[in-house]
């Protein structure tokens, strides 16, 4: 099962739950995967070696069974446990569900929210309140890349930005318009450079400057077409997860060929 399992995690759509890079301790990034297999995979609980082996093969973040059962142990109401054929299982119950989001609410972090049908008033939201307040070269990961993409980011001249997509994502006619479009682009923004990750483990979409990070919860063509957010984490004070992400981008940055 572990394998059909990861590779269903690695598939699966998030962009409507809060990103699992904002949870540093092993019982949110547990509750998180038990939230996902619930309401997403209609999985009802798993064991505590399942969520590791999740978090690992999936999020690429090492965490072993035994900090998950001790945090699990502790947790109180947040879960429910079953014991079936010798084994342990985890169900999250909804005082779990509203642990997870109570975490949003923090002095270091500010949420954006953004409107269904409200495309020109995300685009602002996005360049004015969000992208102009950043600092130094901006580190941007956005599996699903658009002409829109491009039109937002004519706003950032004064960055320097690195940009890992995945044209593979996209139909064949939005890919091909997309590749066109950037030929002219790259003439007029030569301080904006583009990669194509050849792997399928890119999910999330985030935004690394030097003082912040900024989650989206959809792709930046698509802001404004469904409610969404963003979440913008201070750096000084998310300093494990900044770091993790950063390290994460290199790495694909490496691995990416440009377009």
């Given amino acids: 099962m572990g394998n059909d399992l990861t590779k269903r995690f690695k598939e699966v759509d998030t962009s409507d739950f809060p990103s699992f890079n904002i949870y540093i301790t092993p019982l949110e990034r547990g509750l998180w995967v038990l939230w996902v297999a619930k309401d997403k995979l209609k ?14 093969d999936v999020k690429e973040i090492s965490i072993n069974a035994e900090s998950i059962t001790r ?34 609410k923090d002095e270091s972090i500010n949420v954006y929210y953004f409107k269904p049908e409200k495309e020109y008033t995300s685009k602002k939201i996005l360049v004015k309140n969000i992208l102009s307040n950043l600092k130094g070269e901006l580190k941007i990961v956005d599996p699903y890349c658009g002409e829109r993409t491009l039109d937002i980011l004519t706003n950032v001249k004064n960055y320097v930005v690195k940009f890992i997509t995945r044209t593979e994502n996209l139909k064949e006619k939005n890919k091909n318009r997309l590749l066109r479009e950037l030929k002219d682009f790259k003439k007029e923004n030569p301080n904006i450079e583009f990669r194509n990750y050849p792997n399928t483990d890119i999910h999330d979409r985030y935004i690394i400057s030097s003082d912040n990070l900024v989650i989206l919860g959809h792709s930046i063509k698509d802001l404004g077409t469904r409610e969404t957010f963003a979440i913008i984490l201070n750096k000084d004070t998310n300093n494990d997860i900044f770091e993790a992400l950063v390290e994460n981008f290199n790495r694909r940055w490496k691995q990416s060929t440009q377009i």
């Fill in 43 to 56: 999985i009802k609980m798993l064991t505590a070696e399942q969520i590791a082996l999740i978090i690992i």
């Fill in 71 to 104: 945090t699990f142990n502790r947790a109180g109401d947040k879960i429910h446990t079953y014991h079936k054929n010798e084994e342990v299982y985890y169900e999250i119950m909804k005082p779990g569900k509203e642990h997870l989001a109570t975490q949003l």
